[in-house]
């Protein structure tokens, strides 16, 4: 168990694609002594990077899973929580996220800060998460760690400053100039494990005196006391790093690292730096929910006391070599194996059977874990993003924004016998990921799975394949559409029925109306007993059961308002059916009526392009019905930012590839649904008469 | 529930619009002149949005500020206007809008020059078909020290793209000469360029809307406006 928990760091490492997290990470591995050979990421050696345990990663060279893995360092136990590094993984990202107390954002010293970086900011802002930044790959050609912390500025609005200087850059980077210690730091033998300190080259130190003035003046913002020392000129180290934690902790400094962690420099001083500036889990402030019968919902700010009743969050579930695992962040009180805990979203209670600590590609059996810790589970039945708590507490971790899938599409397995271990994939995979939806298609019989983007889904049919050896077919993805009434329209409908039998008798006046505020409404305004009060809810249930396939163009209906104003009844032929069936026939009969709308999801995309290819960024954007927000202009790239429908994004990365010879990126996330075009709508209608036309 | 023509008709902007008589009108120059933080840039997100309602295309360009935080700023905006004044077809106001404005920010660059400007709205009518009507230009010109030849330039500008150019100048809290209307003389000294001059005076916990210059009319209107101090939206009767 983890004694002091101001020795404690939970931290995230992320970073855009290429700019070498796995390598980073490695190397933090390798240099905290818990795996003996380093390993590249795309390998020569053909072992790949500890972190990355999907194959599939391995073999894009991205990290999609965030295992948590334990080092120490410096005294100081630190929880690695990997993040997933593409966006439409943003689940992923966001789970991450959640149960980190601070994350290392990692730059390429050549390209800098780019559209990725700028969305992964973007959620660490949301999640109000204090960073440092590491300068990584300082020994390519064209690294220049000085304009990218200006670009950390500029782009990402950080007060970012650099609390070293490179000693060398592009292929004569040799070590670094620590601007706090003012000395000058190599890294020497096969893997830079021995650092040997010097003082700072003559040719440097005019360039050291000035950036650390520099950073002196960044920092004394935050600490009146080293302001003082630095007027008198009698800064010392430990109050240079007090200030730059305390601007760190407020969430208004970026100490800027650097260094090459594919040559073997920096990384040490990092993980320093990391274990001096960043939070532990008591300086951060975790808000949980409280559900009590008498008081409802309230929010409370979770204790980080192991004396106080567990909290814990479960934040990731795994299939692996080890059978499933599940870890779990402790918020408040502690956990030991063979207790009894409770999940409360199911209330069921399961028995803690093994509680491990994860390393790299090992695991340790540990006894218990207590408040701010990060340990993993064995033999848990949960889904992502349950709390557990010891019974006495009826408390969660907020819950996480979940949005609702945008694409989908059907999967069939080409060979018959695999269909159980595809039905296994998609439930494990539906487990893990709450975005990760799955339906069968009333016609078709298909299984349809549903997602948050075209990469979203090609990565979970790549798995079935590896993981579960099930070759799919797919049909082309689908968007989401949804339909929902363009004005208000009153109703009043009969259903009578009598042949033969008891019959049905209802009749209900009202309206319904467009209502942006949820997805369905109904409003009971019914007085006098029209209708007698145990039929009101078989009104709302007929209604509900409509929404599922909207007339339109049988996308599901949503913002709509139903409002129950009067009716009448028969004592003998009205029932809870009769009275469904009655609100099933007005919504047939009136919703038509209000000239329903076609809803297209929309994604905000942004590119981010050299200058010289900014016509023809904007050309495939313009092609694409996109409604373009903004330009941000600086010396050499621009960005765009556009609302774009999803429709219109399929291959697009292919096109911006094609059409800027590489140079230009890209990052998608959904923004929100709003109304397609005429033609667009009609299209979709066409195709949903013609498909009905077909069914029958 | 009111639909946004209605809306349109009924905007405190039409207000301000007729004591302009027509407006700032095309190729001519509008100042907002106020204290720091009294509201200069929402009165002009308010002229922008009133512009975007009615579907005039709108180039906001900002020297100080991220594409997203003026977004951000339109967003706010627009969700107070069409839940205090209870729009109907939010969804499609809110598109039209969208497809009307265009925020270019130049946070990033080391120093602006008008010509980079230009370069980009003859870019945008070209790769993006986008040829604003009104520009709010936020962060330029700093009257303190721009010279003639720029005003004269900016001028141009608006001539050749016929834009509704605004943009704003600062009143300090003393020791800035000014002259007998209240104007700055830093920014009275180009008068001969400037088409429209409204001042925001503070008056309690709001805002009043003063017109200086009204083009070259002698008989100043008063306008009988004034800023919400919580929305910063202007008031509506």
């Known amino acids: 168990m983890i004694g002091e928990l101001s020795r404690l760091r939970n931290i995230g490492i992320s970073a855009h694609i290429d700019s070498g997290k796995t390598t980073l990470t490695e190397r933090i591995l390798f240099y905290t002594n818990r795996i003996h050979a380093i390993h590249e990421v795309k390998g020569k050696d053909g072992v790949g990077a500890t972190m990355d345990s999907m194959d599939l990663e391995r073999e894009r060279g991205i990290t999609i899973a965030s295992a948590a893995t334990h080092v120490e360092w410096a005294g100081h136990h630190i929880n690695i929580i990997d993040t997933p590094g593409h966006v439409d993984f943003t689940i992923e990202v966001e789970r991450s996220l959640r149960v980190l107390d601070g994350a290392v954002l990692v730059l390429c010293a050549v390209a800098g800060v780019q559209s990725q970086s700028i969305t992964v900011d973007r959620q660490m802002r949301r999640y109000k998460v204090p960073r440092v930044a590491f300068v990584n790959k300082c020994d390519r050609s064209g690294a220049n760690p000085a304009r990218v912390t200006e670009q950390l500025c500029e782009k990402l609005g950080h007060n970012a400053v650099l609390v070293q200087i490179p000693i060398g850059l592009e292929a004569d980077h040799q070590g670094i100039v620590d601007l706090v210690r003012m000395k000058a730091v190599y890294f020497d033998g096969a893997n830079g494990e021995n650092i040997r300190e010097e003082e700072i080259p003559a040719p440097l130190r005019h360039e050291a005196e000035a950036r650390r003035e520099l950073l002196i003046d960044a920092a004394s913002m935050f600490d009146d006391r080293l302001m003082e020392a630095a007027l008198e000129g009698r800064a010392t180290e430990e109050m240079i790093h007090a200030a730059v934690r305390k601007g760190v902790l407020a969430r208004e400094l970026t100490p800027v690292f650097l260094g090459s962690a594919y040559k073997n420099k920096g990384v040490q001083l990092l993980m320093d730096g990391l274990v001096r500036y960043l939070p532990d889990p008591t300086e951060v402030e975790n808000e949980a929910t409280r559900a009590d019968r008498e008081n409802g919902e309230s929010k409370f700010v979770v204790s980080n006391d192991p004396r106080d009743p567990l909290l814990a969050l479960a934040f990731k579930l795994e299939d692996g070599t080890y059978g499933q695992l599940t870890y779990i962040r402790l918020y408040q009180g502690r956990l030991a194996k063979g207790d009894t805990i409770v999940n409360v979203r199911t209330g069921k209670k399961v028995k803690v059977g093994r509680l491990v600590r994860m390393h790299a590609s090992a695991m340790e059996d540990i006894e218990g874990a207590s408040a701010g810790d990060i340990v993993a589970l064995f033999g848990i039945d949960c889904a992502s993003g349950d709390s557990f708590t010891d019974g006495s507490l009826v408390a969660s971790m907020a819950s996480m924004h979940v949005p609702d899938p945008v694409i989908s599409l059907a999967v069939r397995p080409k060979d018959k016998k695999s269909q159980d271990s595809l039905s296994k994939a998609i439930q494990r995979f539906s487990k893990e990921d709450p975005t990760f939806q799955v339906a069968a298609d009333a016609e078709t019989g298909d299984t349809v799975i549903k997602g948050m983007g075209e990469l979203h889904l090609d990565v979970y049919i790549e798995r079935m394949r590896r993981e579960y050896k099930v070759e799919v077919e797919t049909s082309p993805p689908q968007v989401a559409y949804r339909e929902t009434p363009g004005r208000a329209v009153d109703f009043e409908y009969v259903h009578k029925k009598q042949t033969g039998g008891s019959g049905q008798y209802g009749k209900i006046l009202g309206s319904l109306e467009p209502w942006s505020e949820a997805d369905f409404a109904f409003e009971n305004r019914v007085t006098g007993g029209n209708i007698p009060g145990e039929y009101i809810g078989s009104v709302e249930k007929g209604f509900r059961s409509m929404l599922a396939e909207g007339p339109t163009i049988g996308a599901p209906v949503v913002n709509m308002k139903v409002t129950l104003a009067d009716g009448g009844y028969h004592a003998v032929d009205s029932s809870d059916n009769a009275f469904q069936e009655t609100a099933r026939g007005a919504f047939r009969e009136f919703y038509p009526k209000s000239n329903p709308k076609v809803l297209e999801p929309l994604m905000l995309v942004s590119v981010e392009t050299p200058r010289e290819f900014q016509g023809d960024t904007m050309g495939t954007l313009m092609q694409r019905r996109a409604i373009v927000l903004g330009t941000t202009e600086d010396e050499d790239f621009v960005r765009i930012d556009a609302e774009v429908p999803l429709a219109e994004m399929f291959g697009y990365a292919t096109v911006l590839r094609s059409a800027t010879q590489g140079k230009a990126g890209f990052t998608m996330e959904f923004k929100r649904y709003a109304p397609a075009p005429a033609a667009v709508a009609e299209e979709l209608r066409q195709q949903f008469l013609e498909k009905r036309q077909a069914g029958k | ?237």
């Open chain 2, 1 to 237: 529930m009111v639909y946004r023509k209605e809306l349109n008709k009924r905007s405190p902007l039409r207000v301000f619009e007729r004591s302009l008589h027509g407006g700032l009108g095309k190729g001519n120059i509008g100042v907002v002149t106020s204290r720091k933080g009294v509201g200069k840039t929402a009165f002009l997100t308010d002229i922008a949005l009133d512009d975007l309602m009615r579907e005039r295309p709108v180039l906001h360009v900002t020297l100080q500020h991220s594409v997203e935080r003026v977004l951000s700023f339109y967003d706010e905006m627009f969700g107070e206007l069409a839940r205090s004044q209870r729009l109907e077809d939010e969804a499609e106001t809110r598109l039209a809008v969208e497809r009307h404005r265009h925020v270019l920010s130049y946070k990033g660059i080391k120093e602006f020059h008008l010509e980079r400007l230009r370069e980009s709205l003859g870019f945008l009518a070209q790769h993006a078909a986008f040829r604003p009507e009104a520009l709010v230009l936020d962060g330029y010109p700093d009257f303190t020290a721009v010279t003639a030849a720029e005003i004269a330039a900016l001028k141009q500008l608006a001539q050749d793209f016929a834009l509704e150019l605004w943009v704003t100048a600062l009143h300090h809290r003393e020791g800035q000469p000014q002259d007998e209307r209240g104007v700055p003389l830093e920014v009275a000294r180009f008068e001969a360029y400037l088409s429209v001059i409204v001042h925001l005076e503070p008056q309690g916990d709001h805002v009043m809307l003063r017109l200086v210059k009204d083009h070259e009319n002698p008989d100043l209107a008063a306008l009988h406006l004034e800023l919400d101090p919580r929305t910063l939206l202007l008031r509506w009767s």
